[in-house]
């Protein structure tokens, strides 16, 4: 190599050390402008500059552009039909009649229909139903490709403890089956689904068509007729009042599955161009939270506007950062079925089978159209208001922002640990002590040890919520006592780890284990937000707001053994590492189911049960549904906290 050419490289090597340096000197401000940009973009996401209009994707659909023939003769039939489906529930018919029932009704249209028992088990009681099912072989294909139609017998809508049957969806559902089969236009098969209770009827159903064993469920095989076709799309109608006033869509499914966009758009389009009103959920305008205007002229921004799409966004949420499926919807797509529910919100009117019965049978021929599984359009999506969306790149870039920032301070602590300040002597060149960095050992081994322990212990946890025990105290409405036993791993953790660090005497812990157990923390936390970010945003976005600040501030000292330092806690330090201690406690699983049913009680006025009905909802889908949600947060999210506090517990 040339002298000209090292001098070249010599030049670009001090140019990235510059560069470098400068970055990790202003790091806390770039950490800072990152977390500020961060949750300011999660703050913007109601906004609807960040939201676009919806559009179909797949040309094929042509949603709206056919000529529907439901008509009055089919609203009386579905009156006739509910007149006897309300006999049978006003009498308390056993599970086993109902599905008769509604097997006989499939067989007098001349549709192959039959019946299916399944059991689930759980740790506390059998959980046992009856389906019934019928399905209508196209004429014009081979029965390749199949379209479900399907209603459940209790409706997502309760009051109080008492469920709420859905008797005018299934009637609908009958009822169209006798008018489809009449229409020789289907190159699919047609698949009638009537499932017993809520969710887990469908469940086991679909387990049964897919042949998917899983250990807790005995279902009878799908025979005479055994549904042949693979399920493009499926429809779920959820019709519990005498009449409604808007069709609400629910989309999410579990473990954070969402639809291809284009069914939603769809029956979005279908629905506004036969005049019936469309919802996200059950959200109307006028039950919206309403913002002062001053509020508005401030802002110079419709903040009612924002109040609705905020509240949308926040429903979202709510169902996909669980995992939980916001209907019966949603476990279709757990086998790449797209499928949602239209659900009729329950009014005076003035809508009823009539309105219900085009648009369900339009979206049906739309989706007959298919010549192939939908792909064209999204998958990942953010619905903000009715007919528009914010696309993957818009709410997306916030969350993996701050885990930038979190991964950003675990790396700046890394590399503290390293090193330590000394003191040089004085020589003849240099009279005066000058202060010079040195490497030291970083105590790797013990820190990983400490976090292979928080580990465990949500392992631990994990087993004891789902334990019989656990089914059997959430039964008997024994929340705190739940929370106490959960807890217990963890509590003796942080105990054991606290007389350890300050009785022992063998192998003391070196004084940079807070400091790196904060570095690796921050690192995985960075890298769980991020990974998480593109499977499931909502839980993602959850993680990072509830966690990414609290542990980036446990404060930690690096310099321990150098001269200039202090032995002996400042009262500034105590302070800030009480308040984060404290913090940590908060947001922790135990802690905020506290938080929440403290909230409830005093706040909503209600007596806690709604935190105890939603922890058993959780319990329920993570046995029966196999949701990720209490695995995921026993295992990643508890120990991260566990971690925190700690940090917070070590002495310097």
């Not at 090193?419 to 790797?444: C, F, G, H, N």
């Amino acid at each position: 190599m040339s002298e000209k050419e090292i001098l070249s490289h010599t030049k670009r090597i001090e140019r990235r050390s510059k560069i470098i340096t400068k970055i990790i000197d202003r790091l806390y401000l770039i950490r800072f402008i990152l977390f500020f940009t961060g949750f300011g973009w999660l703050i913007l996401l109601p906004w609807n500059g960040l939201s676009r209009r919806a559009w179909i994707d797949e040309n094929a659909l042509q949603p709206g552009h056919v000529n529907v023939d439901w008509n009055w003769g089919d609203v009386q039939i579905a009156d006739t039909k509910l007149a006897l489906l309300e006999d049978l529930w006003n009498r308390n018919a056993s599970s086993v009649e109902r599905a008769n029932f509604i097997k006989s009704q499939f067989q007098e249209y001349g549709l192959a229909s039959n019946t299916q028992f399944y059991t689930f088990g759980t740790p506390s009681e059998n959980i046992t139903g009856n389906n019934a099912y019928g399905v209508y072989r196209a004429q014009r294909t081979s029965g390749m490709e199949a379209i479900v139609i399907a209603a459940s017998w209790v409706s997502r809508q309760q009051e109080g403890a008492n469920l709420q049957p859905n008797l005018r969806g299934i009637a609908t559902v009958l009822s169209l089956a006798s008018s489809l089969k009449r229409r020789p236009v289907w190159a699919k098969d047609l698949i009638f689904l009537v499932s017993d209770s809520y969710l887990d009827g469908a469940h086991a159903w679909l387990s049964a068509y897919h042949g998917d064993i899983q250990q807790n469920l005995h279902a009878e095989p799908l025979l005479h007729p055994e549904p042949q076709g693979v399920i493009w799309t499926a429809l779920v109608l959820d019709y519990p009042g005498h009449s409604f006033s808007h069709l609400g869509l629910f989309f999410e499914g579990t473990n954070a599955r969402l639809p291809n966009q284009d069914l939603s758009n769809s029956a979005w389009v279908i629905s506004h161009s036969m005049g019936v009103p469309w919802v996200l959920y059950d959200h109307k305008d006028e039950d919206a939270f309403r913002v002062p205007s001053a509020l508005s002229e401030i802002f110079g921004h419709d903040m009612n506007e924002y109040s609705r799409r905020a509240r949308n966004i926040v429903r979202h949420l709510s169902y996909q950062a669980v995992g939980e499926p916001s209907g019966v919807h949603g476990l279709f797509h757990k086998y790449r079925i797209d499928a949602v529910t239209l659900y009729a919100l329950p009014a005076r009117g003035p809508h009823g089978f009539y309105s219900l019965g085009r648009v369900v049978e339009s979206l049906l021929r739309t989706s007959n159209n298919l010549l192939e599984r939908l792909h064209a359009s999204f998958f990942f999506y953010l619905f903000t208001a009715p007919g528009e969306f914010a696309e993957f790149a818009r709410y997306l870039p916030p969350v993996i922002i701050l885990g930038l920032a979190v991964s950003f301070g675990g790396l700046r602590m890394f590399v503290q640990t390293g090193w330590i300040p000394k003191r040089v002597p004085s020589t003849e060149k240099q009279p005066q002590r000058s202060l010079v960095w040195a490497m030291r050992d970083r105590p790797v081994l013990e820190v990983a040890c400490i976090m292979a322990s928080t580990y465990l212990v949500g392992v631990g946890t994990f087993s004891i919520v789902t334990s019989r025990w656990t089914w059997a105290e959430l039964k008997n409405s024994k929340l705190h006592e739940v929370i106490f036993v959960s807890s217990a791993p963890s509590i003796a953790l942080l105990v054991g780890i606290f007389v350890y660090s300050r009785v022992t005497t063998f192998h003391r812990l070196p004084p940079t284990t807070p400091a790196l157990l904060k570095a690796f923390n921050l690192c995985s936390l960075g890298v769980v937000i991020s990974v998480i970010a593109v499977a499931n945003f909502s839980l993602s976005a959850s993680v990072a707001v509830l966690a990414a600040l609290p542990l980036c501030l446990v404060p930690v000292s690096l310099h321990q053994n150098h001269e200039g330092y202090k032995h002996g806690l400042t009262a500034v330090f105590v302070v800030r590492r009480a308040f984060a201690l404290l913090w940590l406690l908060t947001i922790s699983p135990p802690g905020l189911l506290i938080v929440a049913q403290m909230l409830e009680q005093n706040v909503a006025g209600s007596n806690g049960t709604r935190v105890l009905m939603w922890l058993r909802r959780m319990l329920w889908e993570s046995v029966i549904l196999k949701t990720w949600f209490l695995p995921l947060v026993s295992t990643i999210y508890l120990p991260h906290i566990l971690q925190g506090l700690i940090v917070c517990i070590l002495p310097l």
